[in-house]
């Protein structure tokens, strides 16, 4: 096995998509006429679990049957927007290849949506697992990352690279490194905040700190 494994985020990390979930609440905030959110609300805000954040902005759910239509509705809208990969996602990739690190997907994605992603993006093929979740409702990933984990022979030996708070958490959960990217779904003040064991600004700094690193 490698000596070290990055286990990626998906959205918002290797997947530029910030745009267009902003994108998706504003539609159907316009359908519930709400007022629509801006992306610096959103990077500054936005958090997982995704529920309590989709009430405070106007989209409320009142039980979970309801909670599952919302989910179904942002994800059939969400599907109608342009989105593209990381622009260093590929050279990111290539570079951790280099440094012999195992590559690993961790997403609160529903897991057939994510290997379709991946299969969209022609990237499918470039990491030894990809864990998704069972579920549309984006409540977090802790348990996949601790199964995961196992996969990689221990948490000591993996580096969580992500674009949010639970990223950190999910990091600090298992007993993982983590290093967050400022690219993606929430601001750099929030992510520093967090005391992250690195906090970048680029997929290509992830990669390069976690390879120059003794750990």
């Known amino acids: 096995m490698p000596a070290k494994f990055i286990f990626w985020d998906w959205n918002g990390t290797?997947?530029?998509?910030?745009?267009?979930?902003?994108?998706?609440?504003?539609?159907m905030l316009a359908r519930r006429g709400?007022?629509?959110?801006?992306?610096?609300?959103?990077r500054d805000n936005f958090g997982f679990p995704v529920?309590?954040?989709?009430?405070?902005?106007?989209?409320?759910s009142h039980d979970d049957a309801e909670w599952d239509e919302v989910a179904r509705e942002y994800h059939d809208v969400y599907a109608l927007q342009a989105r593209n990969l990381n622009s260093e996602a590929i050279a990111a990739l290539d570079a951790a290849d280099r440094l012999g690190v195992g590559q690993c997907v961790l997403s609160a994605l529903r897991q057939d949506l994510l290997e379709l992603e991946l299969s969209?993006?022609?990237i499918e093929g470039r990491?030894?697992?990809?864990?998704?979740a069972d579920n549309l409702y984006g409540a977090g990933k802790i348990e996949r990352a601790r199964e995961l984990a196992e996969f990689a022979g221990g948490a000591g030996r993996v580096a969580i690279v992500?674009?949010?708070?639970?990223?950190?958490?999910v990091a600090d959960?298992?007993?993982?490194?983590c290093v967050l990217c400022a690219q993606g779904s929430h601001s750099r003040w929030r992510l520093e905040?967090?005391?992250?064991?690195?906090?970048?600004?680029?997929l290509l700094e992830a990669v390069e700190t976690i390879g120059g690193e003794t750990w």
Do not use: M
């Open 120 to 122: 969209r993006y022609g």
């Open 193 to 202: 905040k967090a005391g992250a064991w690195r906090t970048v600004d680029t």
């Open 14 to 27: 290797l997947l530029d998509d910030t745009a267009a979930a902003v994108a998706t609440l504003n539609d």
């Open 127 to 132: 990491f030894l697992r990809v864990c998704g």
């Open 173 to 177: 959960a298992i007993g993982a490194r």
């Open 162 to 169: 992500g674009d949010s708070l639970h990223d950190k958490e």
């Open 34 to 42: 709400a007022p629509t959110i801006s992306e610096a609300f959103y």
């Open 51 to 60: 529920r309590p954040f989709y009430e405070r902005i106007g989209i409320a």
